[in-house]
């Protein structure tokens, strides 16, 4: 199982923010993590609606982190681009199960067992820590 390609391009363009500390254009943030300008914008356009980002306009405009990297977890991004994460869609509120078991299927206890141990781990971790873990790395 993996994560989106969306959602793995968003955390990379939060970790380029937040390890940056600086106001960047889009087509910096594409050429740093390699993604396509184009998708880059797509996911910036995303994380501002959600308030993980500032976007600015003008010569100086650009993206900047909405507020400080510690306050921001991987799981904050990954709810930004794809909504909460449930290993299931049959945990899914709005009808999610297809046999009418909802809150009492085997399988679903499992999966939301699952689903909020992934969560929790997801926002534990925020993206000062993920800035100093890769320099202690260089």
């Known amino acids: 199982?993996?994560?989106?390609?969306?959602?793995?391009?968003?955390?990379?363009?939060?970790?380029?923010?937040?390890?940056?500390?600086?106001?960047?254009?889009a087509r910096s943030i594409?050429?740093?993590?390699?993604?396509?300008?184009?998708?880059?914008?797509?996911?910036?356009?995303?994380?501002?609606?959600?308030?993980?980002?500032a976007s600015f306009k003008g010569n100086r405009g650009g993206y900047d982190l909405a507020r400080p990297a510690d306050q921001i977890t991987m799981l904050d991004v990954?709810?930004?681009?794809?909504?909460?994460?449930?290993?299931?869609?049959?945990?899914d509120e709005c009808g999610g199960c297809n046999r009418g078991a909802s809150g009492v299927c085997?399988?679903?206890?499992?999966?939301?067992r699952v689903s909020d141990q992934v969560n929790r781990e997801l926002s534990s971790v925020n993206f000062a820590q993920i800035v100093a873990d890769s320099q202690e790395n260089l």
């Open 78 to 91: 990954i709810n930004a681009v794809e909504g909460p994460y449930q290993l299931s869609r049959c945990l």
């Open 30 to 53: 594409s050429e740093e993590m390699s993604v396509s300008l184009r998708f880059a914008l797509k996911i910036l356009g995303k994380l501002v609606g959600s308030g993980l980002v």
């Open 1 to 25: 199982m993996h994560i989106t390609q969306e959602s793995d391009y968003a955390l990379r363009i939060i970790f380029c923010l937040a390890r940056s500390q600086k106001r960047m254009d």
């Open 106 to 112: 085997a399988f679903q206890k499992v999966f939301r």
